[in-house]
């Protein structure tokens, strides 16, 4: 197997596994264990989800992406950044239609994984990931109001602007036990770091409050007031029936699910290699985030992905290999089996103040200021992204986003191709040896022009606008391309056309001193052939000495 597409789990292993080393990972998994309890509870809630779908995920694709993935540390489950799309479809079209687009999106990424794609997510632009990030906590931050302030509201509208609205319309009917409830549970996260980090904040919070709730019986929402008892067992796997219509209808969230997982394990995994000192195996980790995801909503789960908060709890706890990860699974299990039933009495109010937590964590204000404070192309795509997730849709906003910014980048590359006349008087190295330019006559009828950057279809606009503008009908042209470091199809069929238009002008194109690598490609294109090797000059010299046969 190629060590890239091959299990951390499986070289760790192998290369040797102490009882130390064990010891160290049942710490740290039993700890982001209990760490992730409430999260995946709240964050299923938040998506519309039963309760217990948010263990499923922890459970089945922690283990499951825990096994087959490329990252030593890496803790997977469900995460912020699906709330918005989860909960979209399964409010259009239901838990199956969430199978459907989270089983395309595994597929998805297991053939990126198995293509060799994990670098290419490195490349979505960093305005587009701050932009919809900080849109998510937002929408995550709006959709926790309900609950906080413990509104009588039936339904929460999946629109920002409506959810607002209804808000406005209920704030007559606040509760003040929950408010108390939920500030209370912010007070305890806040500070109890400053106790001990053993022990999650989050933790303490909800045992405390559902603990005061149950015995003062404060009139709050719980779990089973308004989801009922959560099951104490895993359900059996199975796949709704999948129709064509349906996938099809689901594939376009399926592409945002895959890219959200892909980006979100990746950079999960870039962090714990930054608090390592490793090296994670990108591919491998993709491949395993789709087989996790496919796993997860075969169990009945929800959207899984690295998540970068519990993986560096496990770090800090000392876990070094997928072990840890595998405990994690196993922990929640355990809980789910023996103290499900427990899980029912939590308080939605403090859930709310989790996820408000979780909203803060993840809105990075500090970043999205700082990209206000750049390139008025960057700021374009930022607040693009940022507005079109909030008031249209995360799957809209990420398409325009990187196509934005695809299109600025492209702009951007096109102004760097220039054309230019060489001067009669210029120093400059050839061939190793530096020769005085104003010693060579340039023959009349002459002209000598010299291309730098890339000839893509970027820049061919560009690149035909600098020939009409300073060409002026000569008997040779010389294009001097020893600094043009890339060339496409669009390219050639440029030069192409240009040579064809200069012929019919009596005009002879010759080439000078054109990289090996572009000449190669020029040849197996048959442009070469099509011009006469002829036409082609080691250097400007050869040129100039090649264009006075042609006077």
């Known amino acids: 197997m190629h060590t890239e597409l091959k299990p951390k789990l499986f070289t760790l292993l192998g290369a040797g596994y102490t009882r130390q080393q064990f010891a160290k990972d049942?710490?740290?998994?039993?700890?982001?264990?209990?760490?992730?309890?409430?999260l995946s509870i709240a964050l299923a809630i938040a998506s519309g989800a039963k309760p217990e779908q948010g263990l499923y995920t922890a459970i089945i694709a922690g283990f499951v992406i825990a096994v087959l993935g490329g990252s030593r540390a890496q803790i997977s489950g469900p995460?912020?950044?699906?709330?918005?799309?989860?909960?979209?479809?399964?409010k259009e079209y239901g838990y199956d239609g969430l199978v459907t687009a989270t089983f395309i999106a595994g597929l998805i990424l297991i053939v990126m994984g198995l293509a060799?794609?994990?670098?290419?997510?490195?490349?979505?632009?960093y305005p587009v990931t701050v932009g919809f990030t900080s849109a998510i906590a937002l929408l995550i931050f709006s959709s926790q109001v309900r609950d906080f302030l413990g509104l009588a509201m039936d339904t929460v509208p999946a629109d920002f602007v409506a959810k607002?609205?209804?808000?406005?319309?209920?704030?007559?009917?606040?509760?003040?036990?929950?408010?108390?409830?939920?500030?209370?549970?912010?007070?305890?996260?806040?500070?109890?770091?400053?106790?001990?980090?053993?022990?999650?904040?989050?933790?303490?919070?909800?045992?405390?409050?559902?603990?005061?709730?149950?015995?003062?019986?404060?009139?709050?929402?719980?779990?089973?007031?308004?989801f009922g008892s959560v099951p104490s067992s895993l359900p059996a796997p199975h796949l709704p029936q999948i129709s064509w219509e349906l996938a099809q209808r689901m594939f376009s969230p399926a592409v945002t699910i895959a890219l959200l997982a892909g980006l979100e394990s990746l950079l999960s995994s870039v962090v714990a290699d930054g608090m390592l000192g490793t090296r994670h195996r990108s591919?491998?980790?993709?491949?395993?985030?789709?087989?996790?995801?496919?796993?997860?909503?075969?169990?009945?789960?929800?959207?899984?992905?690295?998540?970068?908060?519990?993986?560096?709890?496990?770090?800090?706890?000392?876990?070094?290999?997928?072990?840890?990860?595998?405990?994690?699974?196993?922990?929640?299990?355990?809980?789910?089996?023996?103290?499900?039933?427990?899980?029912?009495?939590?308080?939605?109010?403090?859930?709310?103040?989790?996820?408000?937590?979780?909203?803060?964590?993840?809105?990075?204000?500090?970043?999205?200021?700082?990209?206000?404070?750049?390139?008025?192309?960057?700021?374009?795509?930022?607040?693009?992204?940022?507005?079109?997730?909030?008031?249209?849709?995360?799957?809209t906003a990420i398409q325009v986003g990187v196509l934005l910014a695809a299109f600025l980048f492209l702009q951007r590359m096109s102004t760097n191709t220039q054309l230019r006349q060489i001067t009669d008087n210029f120093r400059e190295r050839e061939d190793g040896e530096a020769r005085d330019m104003s010693k060579v006559i340039m023959p009349d009828g002459v002209e000598a022009f010299e291309i730098y950057g890339s000839l893509f279809f970027g820049a061919v606009e560009h690149?035909?606008?600098?020939?009409?503008?300073?060409?002026?009908?000569p008997k040779v042209l010389i294009l001097r391309m020893r600094d043009v470091s890339s060339l496409?199809?669009?390219?050639?069929?440029?030069?192409?056309?240009?040579?064809?238009?200069?012929?019919?002008?009596?005009?002879?194109?010759?080439?000078?001193?054109?990289?090996?690598?572009?000449?190669?490609?020029?040849?197996?294109s048959g442009f070469v052939a099509e011009c006469g090797k002829e036409r082609f000059a080691k250097d400007v010299f050869e040129a100039i000495e090649m264009a006075k046969k042609f006077l």
């Open 164 to 226: 607002w609205i209804e808000i406005v319309k209920h704030i007559g009917s606040v509760n003040p036990y929950a408010i108390a409830i939920g500030g209370a549970s912010l007070a305890i996260i806040a500070l109890w770091p400053k106790v001990t980090h053993r022990i999650p904040g989050m933790l303490i919070a909800i045992v405390a409050t559902t603990i005061v709730v149950s015995v003062f019986q404060l009139p709050v929402e719980t779990i089973q007031s308004r």
């Open 283 to 395: 591919n491998m980790e993709l491949i395993a985030q789709g087989a996790g995801n496919i796993a997860s909503v075969a169990f009945g789960g929800l959207p899984a992905t690295g998540a970068i908060a519990r993986t560096a709890t496990n770090i800090k706890n000392g876990g070094r290999t997928p072990v840890a990860a595998i405990v994690h699974s196993i922990v929640l299990l355990l809980i789910l089996l023996f103290a499900g039933s427990y899980a029912s009495m939590i308080p939605l109010a403090t859930l709310a103040a989790v996820l408000i937590v979780v909203a803060y964590n993840m809105s990075e204000w500090r970043e999205f200021r700082q990209l206000l404070k750049g390139p008025r192309s960057d700021v374009a795509v930022l607040l693009i992204t940022f507005l079109l997730t909030v008031f249209v849709e995360l799957t």
């Open 26 to 38: 049942l710490i740290a998994g039993t700890t982001v264990g209990i760490v992730a309890l409430p």
């Open 116 to 125: 060799r794609m994990g670098a290419l997510l490195k490349f979505i632009p």
């Open 79 to 90: 995460t912020g950044a699906f709330i918005v799309i989860i909960y979209g479809i399964i």
């Open 488 to 524: 496409d199809a669009t390219g050639l069929h440029t030069l192409s056309e240009l040579r064809r238009d200069l012929e019919t002008k009596g005009c002879t194109l010759i080439f000078s001193g054109v990289s090996a690598p572009v000449f190669a490609l020029m040849k197996k």
């Open 463 to 473: 690149f035909k606008e600098a020939i009409r503008r300073i060409a002026a009908d």
